[in-house]
């Protein structure tokens, strides 16, 4: 029997295809376990402007619908901040005294009609519970972030304070986002929110399928492709 020559393998072309395995394998893996659902009952759009700093606070109290919330989509009202403003959001107990997460977005400017995405590590046992929103805003130049107070009757929505002011009836611009307990639950919720829209050749396992064939074709072409031989230059 011959010896097995590991030297063959080391060549450039088997590298490059090792690397790009690697490299989808890599960013399939962190895709699966960073995407996140949002609540689509609660709407982002525009509404009532309230300014929040670092003194004036805005607290969003809500109820959470499912397990490992993980992500907050908010609308914010146009502002041109400047260097060195920075979003601060606090996810608290019930009675806001409690922190659970804290996420800090720095930006120089806000643009009404792009969400921002206050994503963090997911709270897995997040389902029915109250939960309380702290938002302030910090900047070099003392100016105030604008939110956005919209029509809200969802039974989730339990209260919204703004520099200890109540708004009955209302709740800030924004939508959670959950995820599954793991990467091949994230995958099957995925194709089940893209079969809505779908043919049923298109949908469920057939969807999955043909996902699956496409990533096999992918790699099993730029096999071929590398594999084939070249003529040498006399």
Not at 5 to 12: N, Q
Not at 13 to 38: Q, S
Not at 157 to 166: G, T, W
């Amino acid at each position: 029997m011959k010896n097995f020559d590991f030297e063959k393998l080391l060549v450039p072309k088997n590298a490059f295809l090792l690397a790009t395995i690697v490299i989808l394998l890599l960013v399939f893996g962190r895709m699966t376990n960073e995407w996140a659902f949002p609540d689509t009952d609660w709407t982002l759009e525009k509404g009532d402007k309230i300014g929040v700093d670092s003194k004036k606070s805005a607290e969003q109290k809500f109820i959470a619908t499912e397990s490992n919330l993980t992500r907050i989509d908010m609308l914010l009202g146009n502002s041109d901040i400047g260097d060195g403003g920075t979003l601060n959001l606090q996810i608290m107990d019930e009675s806001c005294q409690k922190e659970i997460r804290q996420i800090q977005v720095k930006t120089s400017k806000i643009d009404s009609d792009k969400e921002f995405k206050f994503t963090f590590s997911k709270i897995k046992d997040s389902k029915g519970k109250t939960l309380c929103l702290k938002l302030s805003f910090l900047s070099i130049k003392e100016k105030d972030a604008q939110l956005f107070a919209v029509n809200n009757i969802l039974p989730e929505n339990i209260s919204l304070i703004a520099d200890q002011k109540e708004y009955p009836g209302k709740s800030l611009s924004m939508r959670p986002a959950y995820q599954k307990d793991n990467w091949g639950q994230n995958i099957w919720r995925l194709t089940e929110e893209i079969s809505q829209y779908k043919p049923w050749f298109l949908k469920d396992i057939f969807l999955l399928l043909i996902a699956l064939f496409s990533i096999i074709f992918s790699i099993g072409t730029v096999i071929l492709l590398i594999s084939f031989p070249t003529e040498e230059k006399k």
